[in-house]
């Protein structure tokens, strides 16, 4: 799979753990930054691209990593037909694919230790959408909010 990694600086260590996984499993990277550790730094510098190119079919899934996961995970909903969740357990990580078509996993790298991640990130990137009608057409509703069409 084509994955797409960013992290700021409060995800950095966590993104060097990920990417070493991802390469192991085999998976192509695509990494958005940040390509040096730089305390100053802002997510939305890396965690927005990412996100563009999940929602432009550059990559099919994105990683996107900060210190708690929250900023990384509200800037990656900016962007149109990004479905971006902050997951901390396994269940979350399965179940937003599978009936939300999730496409961006956020994850805290000061909040969830190396052994989390790499069980979070492998049940996010080995579930798939399963399309029945009801998830269907929920995504449909939140999809004609971000083109600006009146939703029921």
Do not use: W
Request: net charge negative.
């Amino acid at each position: 799979m084509r994955v797409g990694i960013s992290a700021d600086h409060g995800g950095f260590a966590m993104k060097a753990h990920i990417l070493q996984l991802l390469r192991t499993l085999g998976h192509e990277v695509v990494d958005f930054g940040a390509a040096t550790f730089d305390p100053a730094d802002d997510y939305p510098d890396f965690v927005i691209p990412m996100a563009r190119a999940v929602a432009a079919g550059q990559v099919e899934r994105g990683i996107a990593l900060c210190g708690s996961g929250v900023g990384a995970c509200i800037a990656a909903n900016k962007v149109p037909g990004v479905r971006a969740a902050l997951i901390h357990e396994g269940f979350s990580a399965r179940q937003g694919v599978e009936d939300d078509d999730m496409n961006v996993i956020a994850v805290g790298g000061r909040v969830v230790g190396e052994a989390v991640a790499t069980i979070l990130i492998n049940t996010f990137l080995d579930a798939r959408f399963t399309g029945a009608e009801r998830f269907r057409r929920r995504l449909a509703k939140i999809a004609a909010v971000e083109t600006g069409e009146q939703s029921s």
